[in-house]
Antibody, heavy 120, light 107 residues
Framework: QITLKESGLTLVKPTQTLTLTCTFSGFSLSTSGVGVGWIRQPPGKALEWLALIYWDDDKRYSPSLKSRLTITKDTSKNQVVLTMTNMDPVDTATYYC????????????WGQGTMVTVSS | DIQMTQSPSSLSASVGDRVTITCQASQDISNYLNWYQQKPGKAPKLLIYDASNLETGVPSRFSGSGSGTDFTFTVSSLQPEDVATYYCQQHDNLPFTFGPGTKVDIK
C-alpha cells in the first residue's frame, strides 16, 4: 500500500524559504519508472503542478517557478524535499506530494496535503 | 504552456442522472489526459488516465473519451458520493497543467 505524507512549517513570513518534506512508504524511489511530484492549490482555486523528481534523479520544474524551487530525494529515508525561496502571500496554498508512475504518467496516489500560510 | 479549459464550471444534477464534463486543450495532446476527483477538504483522486483508462478500483459509472484537443468525462448515473470537483490534467508536455475544475453537486 502506497502512502505519502507532507510535513513542514505551516506559517512562513514573506521572503522566507519554505521547506516541505514528503515521507512515503510502499514504494522505492530507486525503482525504474517511479517519480514523486509536488502540486499546490490556493484556497478555492485550481491545482498547480510545481515539480517532479524521477528515480534516476531527473528533475523537472514549473517554468514560472523554476528560479525559486529545488526538489531533492533521499532514497534511504524514503523522502522527497521541496524548497521554495522568497515566499509571498500569493504562495498561500495547500501543498501536496504525489506518487507518479511513468507507466501511467499520472499522479495516482496523493498525500493528505499541508496548508501553508504566508503572512507577516 | 498548454492551457486547459473545462465546461461547465459547475453543475447540479439529480441522483441517477448522466453527467458530462468537457475539457479542451489549447493544442493537440493526443490522449495524454487524466481526470481527478476532489471531494471537499480532501486530496485529489485519480479516476481516469490516458483519456479513457479507468484507474483500478474506480466505479465503472465513470468513463472518459476523446483525443487531440477535445475530451469528455461522464458519470453514467450520478450518486450522492460523487459530489466533488473534477479536474482534467494534460501530461503531453511539461509543465503539466490542470483545468480550472468543474464542481458537481446534487439537485
Amino acid at each position: 500500500q502506497i502512502t505519502l505524507k507532507e510535513s513542514g512549517l505551516t506559517l512562513v513570513k514573506p521572503t522566507q524559504t519554505l521547506t516541505l518534506t514528503c515521507t512515503f512508504s510502499g514504494f522505492s524511489l530507486s525503482t525504474s519508472g517511479v517519480g514523486v511530484g509536488w502540486i499546490r492549490q490556493p484556497p478555492g482555486k485550481a491545482l498547480e503542478w510545481l515539480a517532479l523528481i524521477y528515480w534516476d534523479d531527473d528533475k523537472r520544474y514549473s517554468p514560472s517557478l523554476k528560479s525559486r524551487l529545488t526538489i531533492t530525494k533521499d532514497t534511504s529515508k524514503n523522502q522527497v524535499v521541496l524548497t521554495m525561496t522568497n515566499m509571498d502571500p500569493v504562495d498561500t496554498a495547500t501543498y501536496y506530494c504525489a506518487h507518479f508512475p511513468s507507466s501511467r504518467s499520472a499522479f495516482d496516489i496523493w498525500g493528505q496535503g499541508t496548508m501553508v500560510t504566508v503572512s507577516s | 504552456d498548454i492551457q486547459m479549459t473545462q465546461s461547465p464550471s459547475s453543475l447540479s444534477a439529480s441522483v441517477g442522472d448522466r453527467v458530462t464534463i468537457t475539457c479542451q486543450a489549447s493544442q493537440d495532446i493526443s490522449n495524454y489526459l487524466n481526470w481527478y476527483q476532489q471531494k471537499p477538504g480532501k486530496a485529489p483522486k485519480l479516476l481516469i488516465y490516458d483519456a479513457s483508462n479507468l484507474e483500478t478500483g474506480v466505479p465503472s459509472r465513470f468513463s472518459g473519451s476523446g483525443s487531440g484537443t477535445d475530451f469528455t468525462f461522464t458519470v453514467s448515473s450520478l450518486q450522492p458520493e460523487d459530489v466533488a470537483t473534477y479536474y482534467c490534467q494534460q501530461h503531453d508536455n511539461l509543465p503539466f497543467t490542470f483545468g480550472p475544475g468543474t464542481k458537481v453537486d446534487i439537485k
